[in-house]
């Protein structure tokens, strides 16, 4: 069985699971066009061939082990999800390929900074610094002072991510994983806030 949240409403969309992939990007694209996060967490398959949505509030299902294993799966796609998406938002959406790019970018600017820059690392520099017309120097400190804060943040997100998972690992019911859901978000809000204060 496949229990989709539509319109307030659960439906059974078993007659046709293949709908499972469309339906998760249509509500998300609606959700986002609205600025609201899915209520659904997620959908997958468990062990016996029927798949599991966790609302919350809905009346939980009768609870085998592979329920609450396929559950906890969720759960921890979900924290994965919205760490992704807080430092998503912490980043302005800067793309992967770029971000990719920010520990060679710090260690050349540390180097240059250090006076020991390799001719490579001066070029890559100069090539930003000609574009943003401003001196290897002051590039160098500005990415510097970003790298600096961007991995405090990632170490922040990193440890609540830590905690969410433990929490959902040792849950023995379902209450209790969504009881750690919640505890994730009012904890990512409450650094959300605390970076965006700064």
């Not at 319109?7 to 046709?16: K, L, P, R, T, Y």
């Not at 299902?61 to 969720?74: G, R, V």
Request: charged fraction near 20%; glycine fraction near 4%.
């Amino acid at each position: 069985m496949l229990l989709v949240l539509k319109n307030g409403f659960v439906d059974d969309v078993s007659a046709d699971p293949s709908l499972a992939g469309e339906i998760k990007r249509n509500r998300r694209q609606m959700y986002e066009d609205a600025g609201e996060i899915d209520p659904v967490l997620e959908i997958c398959l468990i062990p016996d061939g029927s798949a599991l949505s966790l609302i919350p509030g809905n009346p939980a299902p009768t609870i085998t082990p592979e329920i609450l294993t396929a559950t906890k799966d969720l759960a921890r796609r979900r924290v994965t999800v919205e760490a992704d998406r807080l430092t998503d938002i912490v980043t302005g959406h800067v793309p992967q390929a770029e971000r990719d790019s920010w520990p060679t970018k710090a260690a050349a600017a540390r180097a240059h900074i250090a006076s020991n820059a390799t001719a490579d690392q001066t070029a890559m520099l100069n090539a930003e610094a000609v574009i943003r017309v401003e001196t290897i120097t002051d590039l160098a400190n500005l990415i510097i002072a970003r790298a600096d804060e961007y991995q405090v943040i990632a170490a922040q997100v990193a440890g609540h991510r830590a905690v969410a998972y433990e929490a959902v690992e040792t849950a023995t019911t379902i209450s209790e994983i969504e009881a750690a859901l919640t505890a994730a978000e009012t904890a990512a809000m409450a650094l959300l806030a605390s970076i965006q204060s700064t």
